[in-house]
């Protein structure tokens, strides 16, 4: 089975420059996550989708960021303009579901390294 | 502010001996804990889960929860060289809506 795909893996950009990063989640899965994690500190949610509707973004900086998953299934995050403060690695999870209070495991992309010059 | 605090160590143990990592949670309406290993540049990978008090073993490992005291750890026993790596704790502290906070992790070293 194959796991979460993102691309790129790797992204050097100029401050004010927009910037695209895509994921697709395993098979299946209808919850999607973006996290961003900084050198040294643990993924923080970034927005979660359960199929196409964005069900949580109160964290996502929406003057600069935003996202999308057409039909319920890859998802693209975008930058606009980055800034020197946004490199980081940006990480796409998926599940299968995310209600419910036990457990429910989320499956981590390998992320995608942005550098902001 | 829900937050998850952890030691950013590095914690330093010899092969063979018993490595515990340590997390604590401000909300106390957390229902659902996990211990995430995140390796030098790859991605977080979950180890265990824990929902209800007490401990629960899987191989190596086994988390300890302590709602009353807001407290979870992990131990793991005969530790490896391939034990090395970063710790993530993460609450799930959004309830039925399920959001994951995670702590600043641990970083463990396994000696030889």
């Known amino acids: 089975e194959a796991g979460v795909v993102q691309s790129p893996r790797y992204k050097i950009i100029e401050k004010k420059q927009p910037v695209a990063f895509w994921c697709n989640p395993i098979?299946?899965?209808?919850?999607l996550y973006w996290y961003l994690q900084n050198l040294g500190q643990g993924p923080e949610l970034l927005i979660r989708y359960e199929n196409e509707e964005a069900v949580d973004d109160s964290q996502l900086p929406k003057d600069r960021f935003s996202a999308e998953r057409l039909k319920g299934v890859d998802s693209t995050l975008k930058i606009q303009p980055a800034e020197l403060g946004d490199s980081a690695v940006y990480l796409c999870?998926?599940?299968?579901?995310?209600?419910?209070?036990?457990?429910?495991?989320?499956?981590f992309g390998p992320g995608t390294r942005l550098t902001v010059l | 502010q829900k937050e998850v605090e952890q030691n950013s160590g590095p914690l330093s143990v010899p092969e063979g001996a018993i490595a515990s990592l340590n997390c604590t949670y401000s909300?106390?309406?957390?229902?659902?804990f996990f211990w995430y290993r995140q390796y030098s540049g790859k991605s977080p990978e979950l180890i265990m889960f824990i929902y209800s008090n007490g401990d629960k073993e899987d191989g190596r490992f086994t988390a300890q929860l302590n709602k009353a005291s807001q407290y979870v750890s992990l131990l793991i026993r005969d530790s490896q060289p391939s034990d090395s790596a970063t710790y993530l704790c993460a609450v799930n502290s959004g309830g039925s809506n399920y959001k994951l906070t995670f702590g600043k992790g641990t970083l463990l070293t396994v000696n030889p």
């Open positions: 909300d106390r309406g957390s229902q659902s």
């Open positions: 098979s299946g899965h209808n919850t």
């Open positions: 999870a998926s599940s299968l579901d995310s209600g419910g209070l036990a457990y429910n495991e989320q499956f």
